[in-house]
Each structure stands twice: as structure tokens, then as C-alpha cells.
């Protein structure tokens, strides 16, 4: 090679590369089920946007409510009353005599992805069924919070529950995992304004409150995405599902509710990270005037 030539070809080298390494731009966020991942997932506990996460949780009195950007951490606390989680878009109550979550509402806070204008509860109870002994003597193992992130562990003479939650107007914020060696039944009821349908577009079950979407917020759409999980009863307003031991009930709220996704594959170990979708997926029209199943 002339020498006069080597200038010219270390220039287009770097410019190539300068290209490779510029930060490509998402053709969509995806339908992430994954309560607990760190990515934004919709106004939700990535940070930055007007509406961020931030969940405080009151466990025997005591709120935990760490700084922006810190987590906080509780291990090895029984719990004598029920736990108290409270976020600018989402609050609940976990039941520790039940293991049950009572009162998932969303807030309403403004945001872009807001789906409601005031207070309205999603769900008045998700609750497993569980007996007695597998009950006897609940304590929380670890509880972590951080932003609008939360995990917290419990075990039980029978086996384990974990709950995992992001504070977001919508998107992938709500699951429960089971570890009670064998099928645990959940039973899922919907607040007073909502109600189960099959939806027009995508000939699936999506839960919401029927109101059309206008200039102050979207329209309340959802779904129930289970994992290793059957269904064994479904009406307008309650879902009763079998749930292996390892498997999951995960929550979804709004556009990734309807999307046309296959779905989750059947695991009961890392299950968020292995079927977390990259890129975009095709999004069908909101339902027009759905009619409650039943």
C-alpha cells in the first residue's frame, strides 16, 4: 500500500467504528413482564421522567422509604399486621395471614401513560390459597426497595412467595411467584369498575373498565400472564388459576396488555430474563364497547 494511502484508510476505519458504537434508537419498549427489571417499562422506576416510581413500604409501623437512587433493605421481620405499599402510581396491601395482595390500585397521578384520572382499584384481591400449615408462620426473608422497585421474599412452614412490583402507570408491574412444592390455586378478583372480555381485536382475555382513552388518559386495559399456570375458571369478574410450584402470576397494564406477543414459555427458573421480548411487536386498536364475559 502507498504510504500517502494509509492516512486516508486509518480515517474510514474510525469513522466505521465511530458508527458501530453510536447508541441505536428502540423501535418500542416491548412487553416485558418483568416487574422487577430495571429498564424504565413505561413511567415507570427507571427514572428521569416527571412521573417516576417511588414506592415507601410501612411493615409493623415503620415506613422504609429510601433516597432517589438508594435501596433499602429489611431480612428476617415478621410481619404482626398487614404491609402497607404505597407509590405515586400504584398502592397495594400484602395480606401476611394470607400471603394474599389486597387493594391494588392505580393512583392516577399524572402522566403521560396514565390510564386513570383518580384512584380506581385494578384488583380488590390476589390471593393464594393456601392451607394452614403451609401459612404457619410467615416472616419476610428479604424485602427490597429501591426507586419504584420492589421485591420482598416471605417463607412459610409450607414453602416460599415472592412479590415483585414497580411503581408505572402501566406496562409489566405485577407478579407472584410460588415455591410450595406442588400447584397452589390463585384466585384473582377485579375492583368494582372492572370486568373480564374477550377482546375483539386479538381474540384474548383483557380485563378494563370499558371507557374510551381521551386527552387526559389512556384507555384501562390489562391482562393476567401466567406462567406454568392453567386456568380453571373465568367469569366477568374473577379468574381462578393452578399455579406450579416455581410458576408465576404476572400482571400487565395497558398497550403491552393487547399486543399480538406469543406469550411466556413454560419455565420455573429465570423466567423474567429468558422471555423478556426485544423490539418491537405489533399492536392492535383498543376495543370498542367490550361486553363482560358471563
Known amino acids: 500500500m502507498p504510504p500517502s494511502s494509509r492516512p486516508r484508510l486509518l480515517l474510514a476505519l474510525l469513522l466505521a467504528l465511530a458508527v458501530l458504537l453510536t447508541p441505536g434508537v428502540a423501535a418500542a419498549k416491548g412487553g416485558s413482564d418483568d416487574?422487577?427489571?430495571?429498564?424504565?417499562?413505561?413511567?415507570?422506576?427507571?427514572?428521569?421522567?416527571?412521573g417516576a416510581g417511588d414506592f415507601a413500604v410501612t411493615?409493623?409501623?415503620?415506613?422504609?422509604?429510601?433516597?432517589?437512587?438508594?435501596?433499602?433493605?429489611?431480612?428476617?421481620?415478621?410481619?404482626?399486621?398487614?404491609?402497607?405499599?404505597?407509590?405515586?402510581?400504584?398502592?397495594?396491601?400484602?395480606?401476611?395471614?394470607t400471603l394474599g395482595v389486597h387493594d391494588y390500585t392505580l393512583t392516577g397521578a399524572p402522566d403521560p401513560q396514565r390510564m386513570v384520572t383518580a384512584p380506581t382499584v385494578v384488583f380488590a384481591s390476589k390471593v393464594p390459597q393456601l392451607t394452614a400449615a403451609q401459612r404457619r408462620g410467615v416472616r419476610i426473608t428479604e424485602l427490597r426497595l429501591r426507586d419504584g422497585v420492589l421485591v420482598a421474599e416471605f417463607a412459610a412452614g409450607g414453602g416460599k412467595l415472592k412479590v415483585q412490583a414497580k411503581d408505572a402507570p402501566q406496562g409489566g408491574i405485577f407478579q407472584m411467584e410460588q415455591e410450595f412444592g406442588g400447584p397452589v390455586e390463585y384466585v384473582h378478583t377485579l375492583g368494582p369498575t372492572l370486568f373480564y372480555f374477550v377482546n375483539e381485536f386479538t381474540g384474548k382475555v383483557n380485563f378494563g373498565d370499558g371507557l374510551a382513552g381521551d386527552a387526559t388518559h389512556q384507555m384501562l386495559l390489562g391482562k393476567d400472564s401466567p406462567q406454568v399456570a392453567t386456568k380453571l375458571y373465568q367469569d366477568?369478574?374473577?379468574?381462578?388459576?393452578?399455579?406450579?410450584?416455581?410458576?408465576?402470576?404476572?400482571?400487565?397494564?395497558?398497550?403491552?396488555?393487547i399486543e399480538l406477543s406469543a406469550g411466556a414459555t413454560d419455565c420455573t427458573s429465570d423466567c423474567q430474563a429468558r422471555n423478556r421480548l426485544r423490539g418491537s411487536v405489533p399492536v392492535p386498536p383498543e376495543p370498542v364497547d367490550p361486553t363482560p364475559i358471563g
Open 35 to 50: 416487574a422487577a427489571s430495571s429498564d424504565d417499562g413505561g413511567g415507570g422506576a427507571g427514572g428521569g421522567s416527571v
Open 59 to 97: 411493615v409493623n409501623g415503620r415506613t422504609t422509604d429510601p433516597a432517589a437512587g438508594r435501596e433499602a433493605r429489611l431480612r428476617d421481620v415478621t410481619p404482626t399486621g398487614p404491609i402497607a405499599v404505597r407509590g405515586r402510581h400504584v398502592t397495594f396491601v400484602i395480606d401476611p395471614a
Open 236 to 257: 366477568g369478574t374473577t379468574t381462578r388459576w393452578s399455579v406450579a410450584s416455581g410458576g408465576r402470576m404476572g400482571g400487565v397494564l395497558g398497550e403491552d396488555a
